[in-house]
């Protein structure tokens, strides 16, 4: 069985958003068990047996068979290699799978993330306030692209995939904003891999474990 290690607080905000998140969602899509191992902030990140799970200290990290794995693309991965459901057994489809998985990580959630530490963390300063219009000039561009080829499909491909899966976690970051709402085809598309079965198992389980800490 999986053992999944992530963090046994964070605050309330960020709870949803947690990159572990993305690893349970994958094992409720894959119908796999976990048992949840959590790491505190402060010195237990640094500790010897975390930094052998995950190098930077930081979470998530699996181990499952021997193996240790960290970075949350990479654990959707090796989920997704388990399960159909997530990445398709044709040589082609699940190219482009895994593409989608990576041009989440890479092409946008770069741009999201840096807009989220603007407003979340720095709004009130001034290079902030400077720097904060091109950053969302950039979100908007690479959004207006990626609609573009969404178009009027439910999925990236012709079905659900890790790329979605990923893709549309991503764009949860940005729920702070109303960004989305000029990008109906992608708002529509985020509710739809939200309203997954999946999805809503796994935001359970792990907002339910950050309330029993709290």
Do not use: C, N
């Given at each position: 069985?999986?053992?999944?290690?992530?963090?046994?607080?964070?605050?309330?905000?960020?709870?949803?958003?947690m990159r572990a998140f993305r690893v349970r969602w994958a094992l409720e899509e894959a119908g796999l068990p976990c048992r949840v191992r959590t790491v505190k902030f402060g010195p237990e990140q640094r500790s010897p047996g975390h930094l052998a799970r995950q190098p930077f200290g930081q979470a998530p990290a699996i181990e499952e068979d021997g193996l240790t794995l960290f970075e949350s693309g990479a654990i959707a991965l090796y989920i997704a290699e388990k399960s159909e459901t997530l990445l398709p057994k044709a040589p082609a489809e699940r190219a482009r799978a895994i593409a989608w998985l990576f041009a989440a990580l890479n092409s946008v959630e770069i741009l999201i993330q840096e807009l989220a530490g603007i407003d979340l963390f720095h709004a009130e300063e001034a290079w902030a306030r400077e720097r904060r219009p091109q950053v969302e000039d950039q979100v908007r561009d690479r959004l207006s692209?990626?609609?573009?080829?969404?178009?009027?499909?439910?999925?990236?491909?012709?079905?659900?995939?890790?790329?979605?899966l990923m893709m549309s976690d991503v764009l949860r970051?940005?729920?702070?904003?109303?960004?989305?709402?000029?990008?109906p085809a992608l708002n529509a598309y985020k509710k739809r891999c939200g309203a997954r079965?999946?999805?809503?198992?796994?935001?359970?389980?792990?907002?339910?474990?950050?309330r029993e800490v709290a």
């Open positions: 069985m999986i053992t999944l290690t992530t963090y046994e607080w964070v605050p309330d905000f960020a709870a949803p958003l692209l990626l609609q573009d080829v969404l178009g009027d499909k439910d999925y990236l491909e012709s079905r659900f995939t890790v790329g979605d970051i940005l729920q702070h904003t109303d960004l989305l709402e000029d990008f079965p999946a999805f809503q198992r796994a935001l359970k389980g792990q907002l339910e474990g950050f």
